[in-house]
């Protein structure tokens, strides 16, 4: 089956400790993005990449860092930086504009917290 | 700097009502708009997607409209069902170097009972 997958499905982070976080993807998309979501908030975007080996800061970046050496992956690390990384993050693949399928495809997600 | 508001916050309905979910941004340079939904606990599946160029989209019972001069877009869920009930988000595109960078609305829980 495509789609995108993430993993752990529950991770908790002791004060001090990196995290990371999987998303691989099996749909040949181009772009991949990560988002955090807050109890009765909306998505808000963390990192996203266009391309292998290219990766842009979203709105709430800082605490957080990220790779794209594979197409397929783009790993999210919570750095100790981050102060209140309790949340459920969502990684997301998608293809780029002009593709005539250019919705974005979510993976299950990863629910954060702190010990 | 967009922002995307749902009105309203929540819903309950009765099985078998007609519905309408309302979502509104504030910048109409979009390059397309999606409606999500989204189960307790899990990710969000893509709905429905309607480009700037569209006014409207259907997928079963769903039927998404845009009018992008108002920012508005609105999504119609017709004969309810218990199963409908989830949390819908909506969200723009702006396009262009920012592809991909969506901004959400805050979402709309929707409970459909028997």
């Known amino acids: 089956d495509g789609g995108i997958t993430q993993s752990p499905k529950y991770l908790f982070r002791k004060e001090g400790q990196n995290v990371t976080l999987s998303c691989e993807q099996n749909l040949n998309h181009d772009a991949m993005y990560w988002y955090r979501q807050d109890p009765g908030q909306g998505l808000r975007l963390i990192y996203y990449s266009q391309i292998v080996n290219d990766f842009q800061k979203g709105d709430i970046a800082e605490g957080y860092s990220v790779s794209r050496e594979k197409k397929e992956s783009f790993p999210l690390t919570v750095t100790s930086a981050q102060k209140n990384p309790t949340a459920f993050y969502l990684c997301a693949s998608s293809s780029p504009p002009g593709h005539s399928n250019e919705k974005l495809f979510f993976g299950s997600g990863t629910q954060l917290s702190v010990l | 700097k967009q922002e995307v508001t749902q009105i309203p916050a929540a819903l309950s309905v009765p099985e078998g009502e007609n519905l309408v979910l309302n979502c509104s941004f504030t910048d109409s340079a979009i390059y397309n708009l999606q409606w999500f939904r989204q189960d307790p606990g899990k990710g969000l599946t893509s709905l429905l997607l309607i480009q700037s160029s569209q006014r409207e989209q259907t997928s079963g019972r769903l039927n998404a409209s845009l009018d992008k001069s108002s920012g508005r877009s609105t999504l119609y869920i017709a004969a309810s069902q218990p199963g409908d009930s989830a949390t819908y988000l909506c969200?723009?595109?702006?396009?262009?170097?920012?592809?991909?960078?969506?901004?959400f609305g805050q979402g709309t829980i929707l409970t459909v009972h028997p």
């Open positions: 969200a723009v595109n702006a396009g262009g170097t920012s592809y991909g960078k969506l901004t």
